[in-house]
């Protein structure tokens, strides 16, 4: 453990550890600075009265137990609060919550497997799990609804979406309670104390914290739980290192096999005597989310789909009622732009109505189509702020924005080599239906950037069999820039 008052934010101490713990996986490398150091401390009154004095625990640290049981008793009893706080969000969950389908999470090791729909059941009290897997595969469906059960099994949940998470633990958790109660997380958990609930802390897609803050908020949540006594359920594109106090079990999630994408697809509406159908329109389709947008376009998916079809096929039928279709796109496009360029996953409501504002009125269209835009169903307003329900509405349309803006293949691929835009070259590739452009753009971008396994999983068919179906001499000047098409070209 290294340990230091500096405000490590101000250092480039984080950057050099992140490269130490790469290196030395085997090494459990902590890092607390003096947030680290100040939050561990705000929570043991005696320790800081034994060091610095009387004056200065009142000061920096919170309430003594006694002090607590004194502001419990004026106002609500702590059982009124949990019950109306539980009923609220379990409503919230609830509205527009499509079943949970039995699907498979894998231990790290390989050595247990677990039904997504066996959670609840499986954890316990001081049994920190996380839950890891690419984007699309049901970790965030899956944590609401074990959010929703643990409500009703008697656990007090509080579930904070990281991506919202801005530097202080206890005013994201404030805010994510506060559209069930006028209570602050800390009085509900000293509540749930009161009551004998177990507490329990669904931390969704660390992945969508912004860099800079990924350490902070995990040591952050560590002194929380330290103090609260609280279990952690956490989910992530891959595991996160995270303090030794709420280390506990990985698992990641699987593809769903034969037997749970049909029952997928029949939760989704899918008759039983269609299933052999769309499940062949479904073939290049691996993933959860994949799979339920899929469900909901049967028959009206362009032939050969991938991914990057699927999604605009999905967005363009739900804004085909708009008043002006494609400058409500345009909108889109531009929140999405603004989304990337400042590496976050949200954007303050007043900001995004006033910029798309001026958009519309440059593009000499009617300023009402900001309002129509908002209520789309491919946006979400919380909280002030907009967003969009998953990451793969913001990679397609800042995808398609540049695809848009930009001249040609070589231009774009100029665009999509900026480090922070990488993922967005899946996406990209197949918007465009001229060959000559795909192969320009490709021959523009790295290995990095492109992999064949995205060609594969991402792009759908038409892409990957253009490829394939060229002169082995279009194969060699891509090899000499896209090193692993050489183990991928066609014998001709």
Not at 182 to 202: G, I, K, N, W, Y
Request: aromatic share 6%; net charge negative; proline share 5%.
């Amino acid at each position: 453990m290294i340990v230091t008052t500096a405000d490590v934010r101000d250092t480039k101490v984080d950057l050099e550890l992140t490269r130490l713990r790469e290196q030395h996986r085997d090494l459990v490398i902590e890092l607390w600075g003096r947030q680290q150091l100040s939050d561990m401390l705000f929570a043991l009154p005696d320790l800081v009265r034994r060091f610095f004095g009387e004056d200065t625990m009142r000061v920096f640290c919170r309430p003594l137990p006694d002090q607590e049981a004194q502001s419990e008793s004026s106002g609500a009893t702590g059982g009124r609060v949990l019950e109306n706080y539980l009923a609220q969000l379990g409503s919230y969950l609830s509205e527009g919550l499509h079943e949970l389908v039995a699907l498979t999470l894998e231990d790290q090791d390989g050595s247990e497997r677990l039904s997504s729909t066996e959670l609840t059941a499986w954890l316990r009290p001081g049994r920190h799990v996380q839950v890891a897997g690419s984007s699309g595969t049901g970790k965030s469906h899956t944590l609401a609804h074990a959010a929703l059960g643990l409500a009703q099994a008697g656990w007090l949940p509080i579930l904070l979406r990281a991506g919202v998470y801005g530097g202080r633990l206890e005013d994201s958790l404030d805010e994510s309670v506060a559209p069930f109660t006028p209570q602050t997380a800390d009085s509900l958990v000293r509540a749930a104390r009161l009551e004998m609930l177990p507490v329990v802390l669904l931390v969704d897609a660390i992945n969508e914290c912004p860099v800079r803050f990924q350490d902070r908020l995990t040591q952050q949540v560590s002194s929380w739980c330290l103090r609260t006594e609280a279990t952690v359920v956490s989910s992530s594109h891959e595991f996160v290192h995270v303090p030794v106090v709420i280390g506990g079990a990985r698992l990641r999630t699987v593809d769903p096999e034969p037997q749970q994408r049909a029952a997928l697809l029949r939760s989704y509406g899918v008759r039983p005597e269609d299933e052999r159908s769309v499940e062949d329109e479904c073939e290049a389709f691996s993933t959860v989310f994949e799979l339920s947008l899929a469900a909901q376009l049967t028959q009206r998916l362009p032939a050969n789909a991938g991914r990057a079809a699927l999604m605009d096929a999905y967005i363009g039928e739900r804004l085909q009622q708009a008043s002006q279709p494609t400058a409500l796109r345009q909108v889109l496009h531009h929140w999405a732009m603004l989304m990337d360029e400042r590496l976050t996953g949200w954007l303050p409501l007043a900001e995004a109505q006033r910029s798309a504002a001026q958009l519309l009125i440059a593009l000499g269209a009617a300023v009402g189509v900001v309002d129509e835009a908002l209520r789309s169903p491919v946006v979400q307003v919380r909280h002030q702020r907009v967003e969009f329900p998953h990451e793969w509405y913001a990679q397609l349309l800042a995808a398609e924005a540049l695809v848009w803006s930009c001249a040609g293949g070589t231009e774009l691929a100029g665009e999509l080599r900026r480090p922070h835009r990488r993922e967005l070259a899946v996406w990209a590739v197949p918007l465009h239906s001229d060959p000559e452009v795909v192969r320009g753009l490709l021959q523009g971008l790295s290995d990095k950037d492109v992999s064949s396994r995205r060609c594969e999983g991402g792009w759908g068919r038409w892409p990957t069999r253009w490829l394939w179906q060229r002169p082995a001499a279009v194969w060699r000047r891509l090899s000499s820039r896209w090193p692993s098409a050489r183990s991928r070209a066609p014998r001709i």
